[in-house]
């Protein structure tokens, strides 16, 4: 067991991030499971943290294996897993019809965490993105590109734990990857958690509203 919680993850990592003190940073996480994750993070840099929100696209009749991803980057960026496509034999329009609907629910998580929150400016900045792991790396792929459309300065991916490969295949997408631990044989995320709980909508409401309040900047109320 290699972390005990996500806290404990992202306190780890931010102490492998201490070297962003004093830029510009921006810190995104991947919702719901990144955001206790960033959050030490965001506190430790003294920077706003936002949310990047991506969906996996789910093949019809198996929807946790990954046919791609989808995030919200103002217009959505889809990252397709062509191979998978294939081999589940899905046709295009059924592909387009599960990207809808994760593009529905990505709009139902935007209002319910977002609301009216004033989001931080990225152009210019340094943007760390944060999950509390990366094991195929499709919605991964799909939040970094999302943030670097934004047009940040740098690209940081900062995860506590991944598979090498995943991050040889995510290494083109970013400017640098800080990883606490590489698993070859890696298995499910959670195997490398002692308390790898679900994450609730309401605790990262609480998150963002936390670190808000850290920065001096009451958050808006949610629409």
Do not use: W
């Given at each position: 067991?290699?972390?005990?919680?996500?806290?404990?993850?992202?306190?780890r990592?931010a102490a492998?991030?201490?070297?962003?003190?004093?830029?510009?940073?921006?810190?995104?996480?991947?919702?719901?499971?990144?955001?206790?994750?960033?959050e030490?993070i965001?506190?430790?840099?003294?920077?706003?943290?936002?949310?990047?929100?991506?969906?996996k696209?789910?093949v019809?009749?198996?929807?946790?294996l990954?046919?791609?991803?989808?995030?919200?980057?103002?217009?959505?960026?889809?990252?397709?897993?062509?191979d998978v496509?294939?081999?589940?034999d899905?046709?295009?329009?059924?592909?387009e019809?599960?990207?809808?609907?994760?593009?529905q629910?990505?709009?139902?998580?935007?209002?319910l965490?977002?609301?009216?929150?004033?989001r931080?400016?990225?152009?210019?900045?340094?943007?760390i993105?944060?999950?509390?792991?990366?094991?195929?790396?499709?919605t991964?792929?799909a939040?970094?590109?999302?943030?670097?459309?934004?047009?940040p300065?740098?690209?940081?991916?900062?995860v506590?734990?991944?598979?090498?490969?995943?991050?040889?295949?995510?290494a083109?997408?970013?400017?640098?990857i800080?990883?606490?631990?590489?698993?070859?044989?890696?298995g499910?995320?959670?195997f490398?958690?002692r308390?790898?709980?679900?994450?609730?909508?309401?605790e990262?409401?609480e998150?963002?509203?936390?670190?808000?309040?850290?920065?001096?900047?009451?958050?808006?109320?949610?629409?």
């Amino acid at each position: 067991m290699s972390f005990y919680d996500r806290t404990d993850a992202g306190r780890r990592l931010a102490a492998e991030l201490d070297k962003f003190k004093g830029e510009d940073v921006v810190v995104f996480a991947l919702p719901r499971g990144g955001a206790p994750v960033a959050e030490p993070i965001a506190t430790s840099l003294n920077a706003p943290l936002d949310l990047v929100l991506v969906r996996k696209i789910g093949v019809p009749f198996q929807p946790e294996l990954a046919m791609g991803a989808v995030a919200d980057g103002g217009d959505p960026v889809v990252v397709r897993n062509d191979d998978v496509i294939a081999m589940a034999d899905v046709s295009e329009q059924e592909f387009e019809d599960v990207c809808a609907r994760e593009l529905q629910e990505i709009e139902r998580r935007r209002r319910l965490y977002l609301g009216n929150r004033e989001r931080p400016e990225v152009e210019g900045h340094v943007a760390i993105v944060v999950d509390d792991g990366v094991a195929t790396g499709a919605t991964t792929r799909a939040a970094l590109r999302a943030v670097r459309a934004r047009g940040p300065k740098k690209l940081v991916l900062a995860v506590p734990v991944a598979p090498p490969d995943t991050l040889e295949s995510l290494a083109p997408e970013v400017d640098e990857i800080v990883c606490l631990e590489i698993h070859r044989a890696f298995g499910a995320i959670g195997f490398f958690y002692r308390d790898f709980r679900q994450i609730s909508d309401d605790e990262v409401i609480e998150i963002l509203d936390r670190c808000a309040r850290n920065l001096g900047s009451a958050p808006k109320p949610a629409a």
